[in-house]
């Protein structure tokens, strides 16, 4: 049973970026952007999070140092395709591909470099709970941040006026836009928001998941995270349950090993890749239900007055 209760703790860890990041995009997406380059944002967000992290010592001014490169780097994204209307698919591509160089580039230094040693944290009383506490409260903040977070989004975008408005420029820009709304500056908003969420997730992944910089730290999560959204049909609380469940799968490959299982270890890394691909064939399969759920206008450009 203890060995349960860690693989579910371990689990929660390993999709508490994978859910940051998806619902960030998921943001992005309600208000009809399309963004490619989640991948070489976290990337830059996790080396900008690791260097801060390693000269204050600090988890907070990590985060929020992580959220920033990230919120950056979707500003000029946004710029492009809001204002200079880029290709939306193109410029995320050429996003992720910069974000990989960059960040390669910036942390040669802090290659071999450690962090000291992490605060182990843990929720009182509920914590000495058998079973229930070594699976569930004995985490670290960010993942109960992370429940909380899709709360408020499932608020937001269903409950309050704001939502409303955003999900409307996501099926509608034409009409938002003739009702008085600025749809271009609420996109910005959104990847920038968007950008900051995916942000936060590569801090995580270099200052509390790893905690350690190399090259290609997130390895893919970006794209899950991608693929998590359609998974998930832009809903929130599917976003947080799916990000469970592919977290899950990667802890499934290191616990498999650890019981011996003779298994090639390069099988068992492809485990999490292999899900996301046979999940996305399964939905595919209902392309009707896709349209339905998916926001009409996104990956498609807005011009004021066309």
């Given at each position: 049973m203890n060995e349960i209760a860690l693989l579910i703790a371990a689990s929660l860890m390993a999709g508490t970026p994978l859910a940051l990041a998806g619902l960030g995009l998921l943001v992005n997406e309600r208000a009809g952007v399309l963004n490619l380059g989640a991948e070489g944002m976290m990337l830059v967000a996790a080396v900008t999070g690791f260097a801060v992290a390693f000269a204050s010592g600090s988890d907070t001014l990590a985060f929020i140092a992580g959220a920033a490169a990230g919120g950056v780097?979707?500003?000029?994204?946004?710029?492009?395709?809001?204002?200079?209307?880029?290709?939306?698919?193109?410029?995320?591509?050429?996003?992720?591909?910069?974000?990989?160089?960059?960040?390669?580039?910036?942390?040669?230094?802090?290659?071999?470099?450690?962090?000291?040693?992490?605060?182990?944290?843990?929720?009182?009383?509920?914590?000495?709970?058998?079973f229930v506490g070594p699976a569930l409260f004995r985490q670290h903040p960010m993942v109960y941040l992370t429940v909380v977070l899709t709360a408020v989004l499932i608020w937001f975008?269903?409950?309050?006026?704001?939502?409303?408005?955003?999900?409307?420029?996501?099926?509608?820009?034409?009409?938002?836009?003739?009702?008085?709304?600025?749809?271009?500056?609420?996109?910005?908003?959104?990847?920038?928001?968007?950008?900051?969420?995916?942000?936060v997730a590569g801090a995580f992944l270099s200052v509390v998941y790893a905690p350690l910089w190399v090259e290609g730290l997130t390895a893919g999560r970006g794209w899950i995270a991608l693929a998590l959204t359609t998974f998930a049909t832009w809903r929130p609380i599917r976003v947080l349950l799916g990000a469970y469940l592919f977290g899950g799968v990667t802890m499934l490959q290191f616990h498999l090993q650890g019981q011996g299982v003779e298994i090639a270890a390069q099988l068992?890394?492809?485990?999490?890749?292999?899900?996301?691909?046979?999940?996305?064939?399964?939905?595919?399969?209902?392309?009707a239900f896709i349209r339905i759920n998916m926001p009409a206008s996104l990956g498609k450009s807005f011009h004021p007055g066309s």
């Open positions: 780097l979707a500003a000029g994204f946004g710029v492009l395709v809001i204002w200079l209307n880029t290709n939306q698919y193109a410029t995320g591509l050429a996003l992720s591909l910069f974000g990989y160089g960059f960040s390669a580039f910036v942390g040669v230094a802090f290659v071999g470099q450690k962090l000291a040693e992490r605060t182990a944290f843990e929720v009182p009383v509920l914590a000495q709970i058998p975008l269903y409950k309050s006026r704001a939502g409303l408005v955003l999900r409307a420029v996501g099926e509608s820009p034409e009409s938002a836009h003739a009702l008085g709304y600025k749809v271009r500056l609420l996109r910005l908003a959104a990847v920038v928001f968007g950008g900051a969420l995916c942000g068992l890394a492809m485990l999490p890749y292999l899900a996301t691909i046979v999940v996305l064939a399964l939905i595919s399969r209902n392309a």
